[in-house]
């Protein structure tokens, strides 16, 4: 059973960052594309950015594009977000999965890591 753990997250004023990372259990992050995700309170959970493994692609949404950026730690096998010029909208848990398109995912989520912006 693939487990996913996401961690870095934590209180940070507007215009600050943080650097998230996801590691997995039961899968070789290298091996997939892998996606950050967010949830704010009252919403849905929508895509933040995506890393394609096989060529070091990414891409990220609109409301992060040119502030955050997902790269591959080979290494440690981990995926990581770095987030900059952080905005209270950026308030949200933060979950990383491999994404299998039209909204579906394939694997369970993990419990993710709380993101709070504010001054």
């Known amino acids: 059973q693939v487990q996913f753990v996401e961690s870095g997250g934590g209180l940070v004023q507007p215009g600050g960052s943080l650097r998230l990372s996801c590691a997995a259990s039961?899968?070789?992050?290298?091996?997939?594309?892998i996606g950050w995700f967010r949830q704010a309170p009252g919403k849905e959970r929508e895509g933040v950015g995506c890393?394609?493994?096989?060529?070091?692609?990414?891409y990220y949404a609109d409301s992060v594009k040119g502030r955050f950026t997902i790269a591959s730690d080979n290494h440690k096998d981990t995926v990581c977000l770095q987030m900059n010029s952080l905005k209270s909208e950026d308030t949200a848990v933060y979950y990383c999965n491999r994404p299998l398109g039209q909204g579906k995912y394939a694997h369970d989520w993990g419990q993710g890591t709380q993101v709070t912006v504010s001054s």
């Open positions: 890393i394609d493994s096989s060529d070091g692609s990414t």
């Open positions: 039961g899968i070789t992050l290298d091996y997939y594309a």
